[in-house]
């Protein structure tokens, strides 16, 4: 790849969490990028014509040619630049599968009830339910990291993969979600491991620089 032209786009939004999977993955491969902002509301004819069929962010255009989907970005990025620092997939076919199933668990469970979460503010009832289904997923995660972390530091292993992405984007909007509701769902006595994981992944090189603060997301709703 190095003879070749590089010329790599991201259509996003720096409150988007799908938008931030495929900046980590990015920002581990040691790739300069161009962050194409969309407008909250609106979207711009070049997403339109880049993702015409969903019409959602992110975008990756690399060359010209555009891939959409958080995930299916990251592999991509993980795929093109396979010789570029440590692979993002695991390298073993089982645990490629596995990494898969709990990343469609994160998107299954995660996403949705964060956003219920933040227009529940005032139905306590009903917050009550939505933050139980969090907490559940949560404790589900705690005991999917004990079985894929194989005593590491990520879901990845030594360093951060796609599981760690997948799940690590929501981490700033949980957060969000914790002052709004005043709820603690990162709570260190009832899932430790996946707390201690958390302060590893935000503090990591790849990452620190595309979380956003969950003040700024409280102030964004």
């Not at 040691?30 to 962050?35: H, S, V």
């Not at 668990?105 to 139980?132: C, F, G, M, Q, W």
């Not at 430790?192 to 964004?220: I, N, Q, T, Y």
Request: net charge negative; proline share 4%; aromatic share 10%.
């Amino acid at each position: 790849m190095a003879a070749e032209k590089n010329e790599i786009k991201l259509i996003g939004a720096w409150n988007s969490p799908f938008v931030m999977r495929p900046r980590i993955a990015l920002n581990m491969k040691g790739l300069a990028y161009e962050m194409l902002q969309e407008t909250d509301g609106k979207k711009s004819d070049l997403l339109l014509k880049s993702n015409p069929v969903y019409k959602k962010i992110p975008v990756l255009i690399h060359n010209g040619k555009p891939i959409c989907e958080s995930m299916i970005i990251v592999e991509y990025i993980d795929e093109t630049w396979s010789s570029d620092r440590a692979s993002i997939l695991p390298c073993d076919s089982y645990d490629r599968a596995i990494a898969r199933f709990w990343t469609a668990y994160v998107d299954d469970k995660i996403p949705n009830t964060n956003r219920k979460l933040r227009t529940l503010i005032n139905e306590s009832e009903d917050t009550e339910a939505e933050a139980e289904k969090l907490i559940v997923a949560l404790q589900s995660l705690e005991e999917a990291f004990e079985k894929c972390s194989k005593g590491k530091s990520f879901f990845g292993g030594d360093d951060i993969g796609y599981l760690d992405i997948a799940f690590g984007s929501h981490l700033a909007w949980i957060k969000a979600v914790e002052k709004i509701v005043e709820i603690k769902f990162l709570d260190k006595k009832k899932i430790p491991s996946l707390v201690a994981w958390s302060e590893r992944f935000c503090a990591h090189g790849a990452v620190k620089e595309v979380m956003p603060e969950a003040d700024k997301l409280v102030e964004f709703i």
